[in-house]
């Protein structure tokens, strides 16, 4: 009976080297290291009517270790409003430098580049953006090779959604914030980046934020009419808006509860066009009432990021 206990044993410790051994593997000669990608440019308004050449921008940034990323294949595929997707084609390779150890690449693409190859419910993409509708979109994915020869899809996309001049990504350049009437310069966001999506001519979807408070139930709607008046309504298409819980307030509908915002000095709820830059800005005074405590109102001033 002792020499089967000290079998078993035996083959526990032996196991036991080996699971040690096959880790540190994994974690030193048989990993797969190099090929990030970081992307920095998570959002890209394509703007209908800008023409076939355009080029757009997508920002990423590459670390060189020791292992180094020698280049990187981008593809591309398209979906449509009604959620159809086309098939994926690539669209061409970015061949990265040794060094410096940290880099910014630049990819452009172009309409003719973002069709090319793409068949949807077994047609082409329209030879015009004219034929695009606000809300599709295409999806850019990265694929990296290394200097081992290891090919990496990286997990993080860029979106190229159609939609109209004002959708895209933004600083946010003054952000002012009141508490139930109290002035509260304490609480700042300036310089975080926010993203605005097109909804349809005149509708922006903003994304997860209310000033300076995150979460993905703060995503709300505004619009910008035609003489670039802003709004944000307390309903859209038939629900209430909520803000950290809360219905939306404006200046609008709630002028008692947003003395302070919307009588902040500066541009209230337009914005403004930059036709040289391209750092258009907007204006936005808003924000929610909380049941039982009072308003909190926000006066924002976001400017477009031109890559």
Known sequence: MKKFNLFFLSLAVLFSLFSCEKENDELTGDAEVGGLVDVRSSLVAYVVGNGNTFNYNVSLNVFQGAVKTTQIAVYKSFTNVAGDTSNEAFIKTITIPESPQSQDINVTVNYNELISGLTLNGSPLPSSDAGLNIGDFWTLKFVSTTS??????NAATTKVSVGTRFAGTYKVVQG???RIGVYRPDITWLGQIRVVESVNATTYRFLDFAG??????NTHYFTIDSNDVVRT?????????????????NCEDNPLDMVNACGWSGLQNTVTRDDVEGKDRIYRSYGYYTTGSGPREFYEVLEKVVE
């Open 212 to 217: 300076p408070f995150e979460a993905s139930t």
């Open 148 to 153: 081992e020869g290891k090919v990496h899809a």
């Open 233 to 249: 309504p307390g309903s859209y298409n038939g629900s209430v808006q909520l803000l950290n819980g809360f219905g939306v307030i």
């Open 176 to 178: 002012e914030y009141w």
